[in-house]
């Protein structure tokens, strides 16, 4: 089925640092979520995307819904222990009704 | 966002046997959807609950497998049917209002099959 190429796979940072982390697909979606996982919990919706083109900001996160609407891109600035976790992409494609396909996964570790 | 619970949270049990898992919202919803998570794996959907109908299943999945019931806007169960060692996984529920696309998890059911 569809999927979702997340980048990096995985990243290790310092507090402090700013984080930029992808999303990309083949097929044009209609909607980008992104979503973070914490261990032993459910993902928890962060920021919805619904144009292309779209800047969306959410405290020191803010996403972008890309122009071809092919990706998306989630940044978090001035980082902090607490953004530990796993972050996902999920996209709505065309003709799909309310399903989401989601991305891969980037693990985010943050050092003191 | 609506506050979703999961019962059991985890569970350990012994391959051959079945295993039915609860989702409860506290309102109403339009949609409910089921997924796996494999080890260190992304999300799967494996189907859209329905309420007063049969589930919509994704492709790899199958109603004798993975039965689902949803009498109502507020709750849904998954039963994994025949279990075996691969069914280990975590199995989350979420909600969402049509024509939206947001959709919001529930905490997750981590089973082991043994």
């Known amino acids: 089925g569809q999927q979702l190429n997340q980048s990096p796979q995985s990243m290790f940072i310092q507090e402090g640092e700013d984080v930029s982390m992808n999303c990309t697909s083949s097929s044009i979606f209609n909607t980008w979520l992104w979503y973070k996982q914490e261990p032993g919990e459910g993902p928890v919706l962060l920021i919805a995307?619904?144009?292309?083109?779209e800047l969306t900001s959410n405290g020191r996160l803010t996403a972008q819904f890309g122009i071809t609407r092919k990706d998306s891109f989630l940044n978090i600035s001035a980082s902090i222990p607490s953004d530990v976790g796993i972050y996902f992409c999920?996209?709505?494609?065309?003709?799909?009704?309310?399903?989401?396909?989601f991305g891969t996964g980037t693990r985010l570790q943050v050092t003191l | 966002s609506a506050v979703i619970s999961q019962k059991p949270s985890r569970d350990i049990c012994q391959r051959g046997t079945s295993l039915t898992i609860q989702c409860q919202v506290d309102?109403?919803?339009?949609?409910m959807f089921w997924y796996r998570q494999q080890p260190g794996q992304s999300l799967t959907l494996i189907a859209t609950?329905?309420?007063?109908?049969?589930?919509?299943?994704e492709s790899g999945f199958v109603i004798d497998k993975f039965p689902i019931s949803r009498p109502n806007l507020t709750f849904s169960t998954l039963t994994v049917s025949n279990m075996s060692p691969e069914d280990s996984s975590i199995y989350l529920c979420?909600?969402?209002?049509?024509?939206?696309?947001?959709?919001?998890f529930g905490p997750g059911t981590r089973l082991t099959v043994t």
């Open positions: 309102s109403q919803v339009t949609m």
């Open positions: 609950a329905n309420q007063g109908s049969e589930a919509t299943y």
């Open positions: 999920a996209g709505q494609l065309s003709g799909t009704a309310s399903k989401l396909t």
């Open positions: 979420s909600v969402g209002n049509q024509g939206g696309y947001e959709q919001y």
């Open positions: 995307l619904y144009k292309a083109g």
